[in-house]
């Protein structure tokens, strides 16, 4: 959404009043009112300790409220137990942001799953986690308990072989030491040496806590690609400007199919303009 700014509680400075106001305004938003459920001025005083706590901003205005716990380093499994936007911002796409910006969190915090429960008859909030990845795992009378799983980067580091090889040296009459480093088996995003450095972008991306990658590149940029695979592997939204030279025809095939099977935003330079597909 244009001109929304989201904002974690250690950027905003929030207190136990100002959170008391936001629980009271969103979370009584809820189909069971929090106000009706729990002591909201404890239950703020137990936020501040132990969750973190995003809003959505426009000017001055709070249009919507997030909380994740994101500090069960037994199970590395975070909860998300509020969700919440004004009525007049919601269908507007403020919901994926929210929730990308939490997943982003959790991933930075060492989680491995998020979870998360929505009422049966909540069909809207269903279909807006399944289209972020979450899927149902157990269900009640009341209510579905929902789990995404935070893909992770190899923590070690990934070797692939140097090879010599002396009947390419004869062949060429070559009196040199020659062995080639094969990283097209780097068995990340479609291997090349871009895959390799896409990895070390993307370990910065996530201890940033940035959710969305966004770069550009030809039609057959292997660093595109690259990019692309892993961005949805990882669950990471991305974001690519191709660059599309008047005049010739370029044929969806290779990395240029590969970016648009990783259901990716591409955005392409053509003669008449951006076009978005």
């Known amino acids: 959404m244009k001109d929304v700014s989201i ?7 929030l207190d136990q009043d100002s959170l008391v106001s936001l629980l009271q305004t969103f ?21 501040l300790d132990k969750a973190e706590i995003a809003v959505a901003v426009v000017g001055e205005k709070t249009i919507g409220f997030l909380l994740l716990y994101a500090n ?44 998360l429960e929505v009422n049966r008859d909540n ?50 009459d070559l009196n040199i030491d020659l062995r080639i480093k094969r990283d097209d088996l780097y068995p990340m995003s479609g291997g090349g040496i871009k895959a390799r450095k ?27 690609r690259a990019s692309a695979v892993l961005s949805a592997q990882l669950g990471i939204r991305c974001h690519l400007v191709i660059v599309l030279e008047p005049g010739i025809r370029y044929p969806d095939i290779g990395n240029l199919l590969l970016m648009r099977l990783s259901s990716i935003v591409l955005r392409i330079n053509l003669p008449n303009g951006w076009t978005v597909q």
């Not at 904002?7 to 400075?13: A, L, P, Q, T």
């Not at 938003?29 to 936020?47: E, F, I, M, T, W």
């Not at 992770?152 to 002396?166: M, N, Q, Y």
Request: charged share 25%; aromatic share 6%.
């Open 7 to 13: 904002k974690w509680n250690k950027e905003i400075g």
């Open 198 to 224: 896409i990895k070390y972008i993307m370990r910065d991306l996530i201890s940033g806590e940035y959710d969305l990658l966004v770069t550009n590149g030809s039609p057959q940029s292997n660093h595109v």
């Open 27 to 47: 979370g009584d938003l809820l189909p069971n009112p929090l106000s009706g459920r729990v002591d909201l001025c404890a239950y703020a005083a137990k936020l």
């Open 72 to 115: 069960n380093m037994r199970t590395c499994r975070a909860h998300l137990p509020i969700l919440s936007i004004q009525p007049s911002y919601q269908g507007k796409g403020l919901g994926k942001v929210l929730m990308a910006r939490a997943l982003a969190c959790a991933r930075q915090r060492g989680m491995r799953e998020v979870e």
């Open 123 to 172: 069909e809207q909030d269903q279909q807006l986690y399944l289209s972020l990845g979450f899927r149902f795992v157990q269900s009640s009378t009341e209510q579905y308990k929902m789990l995404y799983s935070l893909a992770e980067l190899p923590s070690r580091a990934i070797k692939t072989p140097i090879e010599v090889h002396p009947r390419l040296l004869r062949e060429l």
